[in-house]
């Protein structure tokens, strides 16, 4: 039995914590929020857990596992203290809202006997692992062109809350360490330089404040990436108006993901994966034959589901059960924050930007 402490309990959290209450090899011991009603709420949903607003009680002998949710600029002293104390810990993206913060993490982490991971959740969905091994594959040609847009209204409405003198930590920029883009793009950056195998080695990037006034940070970025292939990574994020898309471009076929609806080619035959059908085909294009694209309603899997074997939560906790490592490590994420560190460098100097 794998004793747990559930740290930080609002917003996503709540989508998750079925996880750890459906698991019968689980045991949720506590459930802590500096939000006294988060944490009831979240206890009282599992049988026998009970709630806290006290850090200190994840750190209690009887406790394995410490799955750190909370505010971006609590990471830190919580997870080297949930790591100092011998735990093991997930914690949820960004590592932390700076690289000092981030590296120092990373090298707890490294030091520690225990699992020590990064939560990721769109590695949850079997469509990114499908996507990965047709880029390995080589089903896309050579990788020219990657896109992403992540965009959501949630910043208006803390932006609101905020000027009715009700703060939230995404306003400020120290404890959330910027605004839309480290919330949201990090996702891809990190999905895109695990497809691919590339790496992001100069950035330029803008960013805006437009709609958001209550919030320190931007609620509008976009961000120019060169890879150390050569190919090209735009990003998109906002916290003043909707969408999401995920694509990318290669010389013999196209990945496009948006709205829960798949458009693919490839010009290298049929693939089959995880949850992708293709069946191939070939079309006359411009300068030769074309994949026939497809089209396919692929929804993602709820963020509680147990039977789905990606589910990272359920990856962690089989890791810890197992004594492997976790499936995404934290330094992995330390990598993602040096390019979103570069990219707000780069909004705020007016040019391009290495990428150590």
């Not at 990721?120 to 692992?129: A, K, V």
């Not at 895109?192 to 790496?199: D, I, M």
């Not at 798949?262 to 995880?274: H, K, N």
């Not at 069946?279 to 694209?293: A, H, I, R, S, Y």
């Amino acid at each position: 039995m794998i004793h747990i402490s559930f740290v930080g309990c609002g917003g996503m959290a709540a989508h998750y914590l079925g996880v750890y209450r459906d698991l019968p090899w689980v045991r949720v011991v506590n459930c802590i929020d500096a939000l006294p009603e988060a944490a009831q709420q979240a206890a009282a949903t599992i049988p026998g857990a009970l709630a806290s607003t006290d850090f200190s009680d994840a750190l209690r002998p009887e406790i394995d596992s410490v799955i750190i949710s909370s505010p971006n600029h609590l990471h830190y002293p919580q997870a080297i203290a949930a790591i100092g104390a011998g735990k093991h810990v997930l914690l949820q993206k960004p590592v932390a809202p700076n690289m000092a913060e981030a590296q120092a993490i990373a090298d707890a982490a490294a030091l520690s006997p225990r699992t020590c991971g990064l939560y990721m959740s769109y590695f949850d969905q079997p469509l990114i692992h499908d996507l990965r091994d047709m880029v390995r594959e080589g089903r896309l040609g050579e990788i020219v062109h990657c896109y992403a847009r992540l965009m959501h209204k949630g910043g208006m409405m803390w932006s609101r809350q905020a000027l009715e003198g009700h703060g939230n930590w995404r306003g400020s920029v120290a404890q959330t360490g910027g605004g839309c883009f480290i919330q949201l793009a990090v996702h891809y950056i990190h999905i895109f330089e695990w497809a691919t195998g590339a790496r992001v080695t100069r950035a330029s990037a803008f960013t805006r404040n437009l709609h958001c006034p209550g919030l320190e940070g931007e609620d509008l970025a976009t961000a120019i990436c060169e890879l150390d292939t050569g190919a090209m990574l735009t990003l998109d994020a906002a916290w003043c108006t909707n969408g999401e898309e995920l694509s990318l471009h290669g010389t013999q076929g196209r990945f496009t993901y948006r709205d829960q609806k798949l458009a693919l080619c490839s010009s290298l035959g049929p693939f089959t994966g995880r949850v992708v059908q293709y069946t191939g085909g070939l079309v006359p294009q411009f300068g030769g034959f074309w994949g026939e694209e497809q089209q396919a309603e692929i929804k993602p899997p709820a963020f509680a589901d147990i039977a789905n074997p990606l589910n990272q939560h359920l990856q962690f906790l089989e890791a810890v059960r197992d004594g492997r490592p976790a499936p995404v490590s934290i330094a992995s994420g330390v990598r993602d924050l040096r390019v979103v560190t570069a990219i707000y460098e780069s909004a705020r100097t007016g040019r391009a930007v290495e990428c150590a």
